[in-house]
Structures are given as structure tokens and as C-alpha cells.
């Protein structure tokens, strides 16, 4: 079975002291979670005081994203041997946010997962169709098309630490939320992506988190979906009662 995997995305919020008071929060609520994998995805100015304060603690610390360059005159850009050194376990890639207000291309995040994983961090793959291409009718094709690229060349033993997330656009800090239904509908597709790609054994142990609006009056509906494996959580990570009831969810299920 596939253990659920949630993850605070904290975008642009927070400062180092307000993120430590959230950590700590977290911190003593760890034992509620179950068999849930956390993690939480602090601004990079908090990413080595949020590693240093959950020290042991089982609490994944995630980056928001990085360059695929290992060094260079790349001004305001962070390396992946960076976010290595100050303790990060996964880096958060291709996140619509990155993709709509950044200009980030499929080559670009996919060039961002193999240097990921070449420096040993595991990989959060974010994609996900706007409103107008899921009216269009064109959900399944643009989220198999970014997997597809986000995937193209990895080894199934790579594919092993690369948690992909859909996250559909539309539902990104709108209060919007696909239904189960909808949500599962492309779950199972992108999971049917990985077999093609990689085998059946394969897409049945790769985990797949929804995200889009996820809180605690949504989240046992979602992930009672048998092809949705937890969530990565936007506006509700950054209250430590919001988050903690979704993994508390994610936890029972």
C-alpha cells in the first residue's frame, strides 16, 4: 500500500520567526499523523531554521523550486547542491505558479528534475491544465503531456523518489475544488501514464498527491479516492489547525 504523502506548499508567507512558531506547532502534533509522510515547504530565507529546529524529527523539509545549473552567474537563482546542504529532502518542480508567472517551460522543469535527483533530492512534480484547457476538454492530454516530459529519460530506480502532484490550475487559491470524481478521473490517468512508461509495478508504488484548494472539510473525500495518495496544501499549511486536521485525514485513510 502506498503511504499518503501531504506537503505545505507556504509559496511567498512567512517570515523565520513566524515559520519556527508554525514548525513547532506541527512539531507537537506529529504523533496524530499516523503513517503519514509530512513535509512542509518553507520561503528559502527559513529553509536551514525550519531543518535545524525539526532536527530528528520525522517532518520532510521541502524547497520551493531551483536551477537545474549547479553553479553559475545565474543572480537570485538557488543551486540543488544548495538546498542539499542545508538539509532539504525534496524540491518542489513545475509548479503552475512557476509555470504561469515564471515562464517555466516542460523542458525547463524536466532539465530541474534530473539535476534533482542527480544531487540526491527527491522531487515533487507539479502540473496541472487551466480552466480554459479543461473546458476545452483537453485536461487528460496536457497533464499527460507534462508528465511526460517531467519523466522523459528517468530510470524506474529514479522514478522511485518522484512524488507527482495535479494540481489543476483553476483550483490554485480560488476556493475552487475539483470534485473526487474529477480528481480521481485524472489520478488514474497519469497513474496509467507512469505503466505505459515505466510498467504496471511502477505506477502502482508512484505516489500521487491532489492539490487545489485541499482543507479539512474536503480532504477525506479526496483522499478516499483510490489513486490519490495525500496532498500538496496551500493556503491551509500555513494554520497549524488546518494542516494538521488534513494530515490527520490523510492519516486515517
Not at 470524481?181 to 511502477?202: I, M, N, P, T
Request: hydrophobic share 45%; glycine share 12%.
Amino acid at each position: 500500500m502506498r503511504r499518503p504523502f501531504v506537503c505545505g506548499n507556504w509559496k511567498m508567507h512567512k517570515t523565520v520567526s513566524e515559520a519556527l512558531e508554525l514548525v513547532d506547532g506541527l512539531l507537537e502534533r506529529l504523533d496524530r499523523f499516523g503513517e503519514v509522510e509530512v513535509g512542509i515547504a518553507p520561503p528559502f530565507t527559513a529553509l536551514h531554521a525550519v531543518r535545524t529546529r525539526i532536527g530528528e524529527a520525522p517532518l520532510r523539509v521541502t524547497a520551493q523550486n531551483a536551477h537545474f545549473e549547479a553553479q553559475g552567474a545565474f543572480t537570485g537563482e538557488i543551486s540543488m547542491s544548495m538546498l542539499r546542504e542545508v538539509g532539504c529532502d525534496y524540491v518542489l518542480l513545475g509548479h503552475s505558479e512557476r509555470r504561469q508567472l515564471f515562464g517555466e517551460t516542460d523542458e525547463g522543469v524536466a532539465r530541474k528534475v534530473g539535476a534533482a535527483l542527480d544531487s540526491g533530492l527527491s522531487v515533487i512534480l507539479a502540473l496541472g491544465e487551466t480552466l480554459d484547457q479543461r473546458e476545452a476538454g483537453d485536461t487528460l492530454a496536457v497533464v499527460e503531456r507534462q508528465l511526460d516530459a517531467g519523466l522523459k529519460g528517468l530510470s524506474a530506480a529514479a522514478l522511485e523518489r518522484v512524488v507527482v502532484a495535479y494540481e489543476p490550475v483553476w483550483a490554485i487559491g480560488t476556493g475552487r475544488t475539483a470534485t473526487p470524481e474529477q480528481a480521481q478521473e485524472v489520478h488514474a490517468a497519469l497513474r496509467s501514464g507512469v505503466s505505459k512508461a515505466f510498467g504496471a509495478e511502477a505506477a502502482g508504488g508512484v505516489r500521487i498527491q491532489y492539490g487545489g484548494s485541499v482543507k479539512p472539510g474536503n480532504a477525506a473525500d479526496l483522499f478516499a479516492q483510490p489513486d490519490i495518495d495525500g496532498g500538496l496544501i496551500g493556503g491551509a499549511s500555513l494554520k497549524v489547525d488546518d494542516f494538521s486536521a488534513v494530515c490527520e485525514t490523510a492519516g486515517a485513510r
